[in-house]
């Protein structure tokens, strides 16, 4: 299956979903870098460069860990987890943005920006930045600076201009807004790292490409540890990134994909950011691409909802969507509260810490593992991790110990003031 | 009569003529009539009527306000069109639709410029649709009679121009520089030379916007464009001075 092949039909499309919808500006430099990604594609040193630098700075190839405790525990499946998280910056985000990264040399820019929710992408970017010696702001809606400190405190620390965007709800889809309205004006020096495998083409095959690093790496490392393909592939969807990037190393093999979506408060909530899994999104055009999103019959966009910042976002990977619609990919949503319990019994069980965005794909396989027969297997995408997400966590959770330890330090740094 | 051959027709009066902007239900319906009342005593001669869409990302920040404020109170794209249909019927300048094409697309094309051809609208400004993209829409209207107003940009190619200009209807909007709606343009030799290569693509008359506040744009602008787009300006006139403010804005814009 060559989903990127547009010579029989429309370039950029994926059945109806994808395309360019643009301010006419921006028409010049998206061609620009349409170009010069089809450049960098058919270049095989360009791959081998990206391979090499991810080994010698993310710690590549990431390892896959089979979790036989919590494999026994469910009684079914089981259940194996490929390690995004060991990434340098702990997300898969840095294989998107160290490409867009080289991409961008490539192109001549000395400048980068981005849009970031959760802060992990801003977080990603802004190193890449530092280590390539670009200029680097960062868009944030401001309600995720203010439940984001550790990676705002980090993306500054490594020399980025955060901007705290004041528009619409404050959150991820604001911060692109800012984005874009930054490169309509700065176009000419400035390369926009669009986060994830969203927005207009080539962003959507583009980020996928990048990410399918993750997906060759696993169906070699599958053969290798368990002579055989996994039955099942759950990876967390937000924008789609991990999630293509994973499926991709499995679309010719028999392999049944599931995409986990935030459920929020459940369906029929309207608290959530469920795109595919929930019955409340409809086809439209936003963010410079076509695809469901979670709007009005006005076509004006609802505010949404999730445990995990990453997935809150009101689109989806316009690829995502075709295959959904091929019946290719399943896709399912976890509630807030199913992720809460799903990373209790993770740490508990394995020790391992997945971001709360992760975990929506951890809650749905273990809701489904015990149903399948024990010597199936389920292999699930660990996106990122939770450590340094402590305060969200710690909030997510309801940690008293740790909400005294906040009141104590912040009495402590008032005093200090005074 | 065509767009066109109404501006050339109000050209042969006037040098320059104006277009205006304004955010339908922003502040209020009522207060964009009281607006639209005082751009027809300045002798307007077209006006966009912005339908508001929760994604803005070709506006600056007041509009991104103006929008953000009108879907709270409640605007839906029936009120705007209900509205369009009130000032067609009680002002002789003409009027265009302006905004983004999801507020299109959810309607349908068909029945979004049946609507707009019955509220006594002439065309639309979509600034996020593409001409790639706007195949079906652009047949359509032409068949309705309804006239899609095309953006040059500073960043285009010649041979894009070129493509541009095959699409475009009515007139042909000039964006006078790169960026969002909202910041001042330094009129000068770029401005110049980038209407001058437009022209070059058309007999279109030409509008030229983004960043034009005040009667040395206007000056400047007399003898390179048929028409000066006013947008942002008078939005800030009127949020700072309400009715005296903006109309002391246009009749200080129009002065001769
Ligand atoms: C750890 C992690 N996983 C997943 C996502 C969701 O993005 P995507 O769907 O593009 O993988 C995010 C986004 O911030 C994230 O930080």
Redesign the pocket.
């Known amino acids: 299956m060559n989903l990127f092949d547009f010579s029989n039909g429309k370039e950029g499309y994926y059945g109806q979903y994808g395309g360019v919808f643009l301010p006419e500006i921006l028409q010049a430099t998206v061609n620009e870098l349409l170009e010069c990604f089809r450049q960098c594609k058919s270049d095989p040193t360009f791959w081998a460069e990206f391979v090499e630098l991810m080994q010698n700075y993310s710690g590549r190839p990431t390892p896959i860990t089979h979790m036989a405790n919590l494999s026994a525990h469910l009684g079914g499946a089981q259940i194996y987890v490929k390690r995004e998280d060991l990434n340098h910056t702990g ?3 840095i294989n998107n943005v160290i490409g867009q990264g080289l991409l961008c040399k490539r192109l001549g820019k000395s400048r980068v920006i981005a849009e970031t ?2 802060g ?2 801003g977080f990603a970017t802004a190193t890449m930045a530092a280590k390539f010696g670009l200029d680097c702001t960062i868009y944030m809606g401001a309600v995720d600076v203010a439940r984001q400190r550790p990676n705002v405190f980090w993306m500054e620390n490594m020399g980025a201009q955060v901007v705290a965007v004041q528009d619409g709800q404050k959150t991820l889809k604001d911060a692109i807004n800012e984005a874009m309205r930054d490169w309509v004006t700065n176009m000419a020096d400035t390369h926009y790292v669009l986060g ?2 969203c927005g207009p083409h080539p962003f959507p095959e583009m980020v996928s490409w990048f990410q399918s690093i993750v997906g060759q790496e696993a169906r070699a490392q599958m053969l290798e540890q368990t002579g055989r393909l996994p039955d099942r592939i759950y990876a ?8 293509m990037g994973i499926f991709q190393g499995f679309f010719d093999d028999d392999v049944e994909l599931i995409g986990c979506e935030a459920g929020g408060h459940g369906a029929g909530s309207s608290l959530h950011a469920a795109r595919l899994a929930y019955n409340d999104a409809s086809v439209g055009i936003a963010q410079g691409f076509k695809t469901y999103f979670l709007q009005n019959d006005q076509g004006n966009m609802n505010e949404t909802h999730s445990i995990a910042a ?2 809150d976002y009101i689109g989806i990977n316009p690829i995502l969507a075709y295959l959904w619609e091929q019946d290719k990919v399943r896709f399912l949503a976890a509630t807030d509260d199913e992720v809460r319990e799903a990373l209790k019994l993770t740490m508990r069980t394995e020790g391992l810490i997945p ?1 709360l ?2 975990t929506h794909a951890f809650a749905k396989a273990i809701e489904e593992a015990p149903s399948m027969g024990k010597d199936e297997i389920i292999l699930i995408n660990q ?2 991790r939770a450590d340094k997400d402590i305060f969200t966590v710690a909030e997510a959770l309801d940690d008293n110990k740790w909400k005294e330890f906040i009141k104590t330090k912040a009495a402590q740094y008032q005093q200090e003031r005074q | 009569m065509g767009l066109q051959s109404y501006i050339e027709q109000r050209k042969a009066d006037k040098s320059l003529l104006v277009m205006a902007h304004v955010v339908c239900g922003y502040p209020s319906f009522e207060a964009n009539m009281a607006e639209l009342e005082i751009m027809a005593e300045a002798g307007v001669d077209l006006v966009e009527l912005q339908f508001p869409f929760s994604e803005p990302s070709a506006d600056g920040p007041l509009f991104v306000r103006a929008n953000e404020m009108s879907l709270q109170n409640g605007t839906t794209v029936n009120d705007c069109f209900e509205f369009m249909a009130a000032v067609t019927a009680r002002f002789p300048f003409k009027v265009l639709m302006m905004g983004y094409y999801n507020t299109v697309f959810k309607l349908g094309e068909e029945q979004f410029l049946r609507r707009l051809k019955a509220a006594g609208g002439v065309g639309y400004i979509l600034p996020d649709l593409p001409i790639e993209e706007a195949g079906s829409l652009h047949a359509l209207s032409a068949e309705l009679g309804l006239e899609p107003i095309i953006l040059m940009t500073p960043t285009n190619s010649d041979e894009r121009l070129a493509q541009l200009a095959a699409a475009a209807r009515g007139f042909v909007y000039v964006v006078a520089r790169k960026g969002v709606t909202g910041s001042k343009t330094q009129m000068g030799d770029d401005v110049a030379a980038l209407v001058a290569r437009c022209r070059a693509h058309t007999d279109l008359p030409l509008g030229v916007g983004f960043g034009i506040s005040d009667r040395s744009d206007m000056e400047y602008l007399r003898g390179h464009a048929d028409m000066a787009i006013v947008g942002t300006a008078a939005l800030r006139a009127w949020e700072q001075g309400g009715a005296e403010q903006l109309r002391q804005f246009f009749s200080d814009l129009v002065a001769a």
């Open positions: 997300s898969h985000k929710g959760a992990q992408h994830t495998a967390c969807v937000g924008g789609g990134s991990n999630a990453g997935l971001a965005e992760t996106s990122g």
